[in-house]
């Protein structure tokens, strides 16, 4: 029993996974926290160390930019607390992702998808603005704020390693802002410098193009630019992983596995599929799957055949708003 929604946060369940691999590969089932993904960990952390410092007060409004569940995690905390929230998403969201971010009570403002973070017109670059043009209002920041890192430090590295017994030899999770990857793999190597971190990043992100991105399906997952929040430091090996990878082990694994998970959970999977084939009977891999197949399922994902994923192309959005006309809804 908890005294409170977010004391629930956490403690999701290891569960071993067989992909026909020489060594033992267990799935970190994220998507089993009370806002449906790794990021509720992250979110908490920041809004309340924001709360003790002082930078978020009482009748204050939270701003940040978001590929929607941090987003989503962001808006549950703000309506438990009592804040206004402000998310901005890029138009590749999924609907399911918009909308529960919405059914938090939170706004959202819809941008356009751009090639680099820093573009004007960006998500990221929009919750900057809005929050310089709000009183009262504070931006968590998930790019940029190193305190991203420290949730998964806090949280996540311990479960896994409790979880475990020690044992773990290799953690895969996927890099996007890279909090979670460089949060949990330093207190792991903290533990065993000798547990092997590995991130999954997308073929055509910014890191992976060498400055030069390409679109890609995969939310939530993909180097695109510089951050104090990822640490090369503790990353052992980046895996680079395609769209249509990361998309083709997916109906395999909620058919197959009763696994429905999201598309950077496929990446992972996937990833370390093909990294396990070369490890042994004796190496423990823990892979993060980070949100729940149901917030894409309008995306056909899971349904159509892998051969017209390319083809696949998200809905219109009708249901946003300016930014304008969000202050006029709130007052």
Known sequence: MYDNLLDAIGNTPLVKLNLDTPAQLYAKLEYLNP?????DRSARYMIEHAIKTGLLKPGGTIIDASSGN??????????LKGYKVIITVSEKISQE??????????HVVMCPSTATIDDPRSYHSVAKR???ETPNSFMPD????PLNTEGHYYSLGPEVWQQTKGTITHFFAGAGTGGTISGAGRYLKEQNPDVRVIALD???SYRATNGNPKPYKVEGMGIDFDSP??????IDDIVTVSDNDALGILKTLAANHGLLVGPSSGAVAYGAYRYAQKLSKNDVVVMIFGDSGRAYLTKNFYTQDQSSIN???PPPYTNTVSHKQLFDQSE
């Open 97 to 106: 992702k918009l909308q529960t971010i919405q059914a938090y009570g939170a």
């Open 70 to 79: 941090q987003g989503a995690a962001t808006a549950m905390i703000g309506a």
């Open 229 to 234: 929040v990822i640490n090369y430091n503790v």
């Open 311 to 313: 083809t696949i192309t």
């Open 202 to 204: 997308s073929i055509n």
């Open 35 to 39: 806002g449906g993904s790794v990021k």
């Open 130 to 132: 809005i929050q310089k």
């Open 142 to 145: 998930q790019y940029f704020n």
